[in-house]
């Protein structure tokens, strides 16, 4: 038998709202498509619902700039309240160049706006990233997991990346399964092992789901099904390069 | 209907040679495993297979260093042949540290070593990335559709990443689909539209493909089925982002 899995977009999710149980609008809109959840399944939930469940939304109208984020977006061409929550939102500028700003956030990632998002909000809000990703993947896993089912979970944003044009949706947030694999180096004729191949495993899948992922948040979640993936607990840390070993920083 | 997908990995291809026909070995592998090839499937080849087929191979004996390739094999402490290969294959440094080799290649893709690579080639031999893998995806799918099935293509390779751990599957090679995806942008609430968000389709089918593809070529293939893609007739080209608006050169 082939190794193979399946991609399913989980539709009629609709509008979210702070405080709306995310668990049980996924596991109800599986089902109403005809494609309940099974044990086993790894959900990718896009970032943008969760944010929204978590009310990690500001409205610009409350935020007051500081001189620093009014001189930045002057120079970026950008809203000064946004530059402010930007600001807030990460711990280091990457690049500040052509309108474009790159930020780690306060979780490690390294992305455009430090992932703050005024797309699919309502005008003159933003969307915040998660407080903690990984945090909220667990939380979502035990919710489903009460609902009878064993997911692994996936929360997943869209960022850019160096040298390659378009973003590809990679994973922000994981529990329950391992976010790296790693297969094991080849032999040499004297048997020894010349070196281990370490795949990102949790962004592969991520990228996956974004196929069948419409932006505008019509389809925010999608089910892979069919893997055995290796179990893990240690959520998405593992996917953060250290620094120490990081070319580009 | 929800949107879905599937992807199959392909066995039984075996070790590939210099002159092989990769149509009919892919052809004939996905029937013999019951999964016949069908109009609309997308075939991601890891790019090993078709550099082998190509016989895009080089002994390390046959190879003498440069100067300039011993001198920075020394600094790198690698094998000074492999270097004098790896230099000859590139078209710019990008970085040169702690025993890591970023380069561009001639084709324009900044990766470890400018896709040399010495796993799954016998030993002393190094496989090279393929002349022009646009044109390897184009010749791959003209020989599939002789033997009568109508696919697109993805020739992918395993590449590192700034910032994140962990290797992904991307695509160096594509023909007969589009390889970026745009989603409109929003309106807001006068009708405008604000932003088109761009996605690196082929990118995300190719991690995708990767998820069964086994390393060390026991699995060298992946079919995605299912999807209806844009057609396309560009190649990889527009994957590659024009270093006039990179800020990571």
Redesign the interface.
């Known amino acids: 038998?082939?190794?193979?899995?399946?991609?399913?977009?989980?539709?009629g999710i609709g509008e979210v709202h702070p405080g709306d149980d995310l668990a049980r609008l996924i596991v109800e809109a599986a089902a109403a498509?005809a494609?309940p959840l099974l044990d086993g399944d790894v959900l990718v939930v896009g970032q943008k619902i969760v944010s929204k469940a978590e009310g990690r939304l500001v409205r610009l109208d409350d935020v007051t700039p500081s001189p620093a984020a009014v001189s930045m977006a002057a120079q970026l061409g950008r809203d000064a309240r946004l530059v402010e929550v930007i600001l807030r939102e990460c711990r280091r500028i990457v690049?500040m160049?052509?309108g474009?700003l790159?930020a780690e956030t306060h979780h490690g990632?390294?992305c455009a706006n430090a992932g703050v998002d005024?797309?699919?909000v309502e005008?003159d809000w933003v969307a915040l990233l998660p407080e903690d990703p990984d945090r909220s993947a667990r939380r979502l896993r035990e919710a489903v997991r009460e609902r009878g089912v064993e997911t692994g979970i996936i929360i997943a944003d869209?960022f850019g990346?160096?040298?390659?044009?378009?973003?590809?949706?990679?994973a922000i947030g994981v529990s329950g399964i391992a976010?790296?694999?790693s297969?094991l180096g080849?032999r040499?004729?004297a048997g020894r092992e010349?070196?281990a191949?370490?795949?990102?495993?949790a962004?592969?899948?991520a990228?996956?789901a974004?196929?069948?992922m419409?932006?505008?948040d019509r389809?925010p979640v999608a089910v892979v099904r069919g893997?055995r993936l290796a179990p893990g607990e240690e959520g998405s840390k593992?996917?953060?390069?250290?620094p120490a070993?990081?070319?580009?920083r």
């Open positions: 038998m082939p190794p193979r899995f399946e991609v399913i977009g989980v539709q498509q494609t690049r160049d052509r474009v790159i990632w390294i005024q797309s699919n005008r869209t990346r160096p040298w390659r044009e378009g973003l590809t949706n990679v976010p790296l694999r297969y080849e040499d004729p010349l070196q191949t370490i795949l990102a495993l962004d592969e899948l990228g996956a974004e196929v069948v419409g932006k505008l389809i893997l593992p996917l953060l390069r250290d070993r990081d070319l580009f």
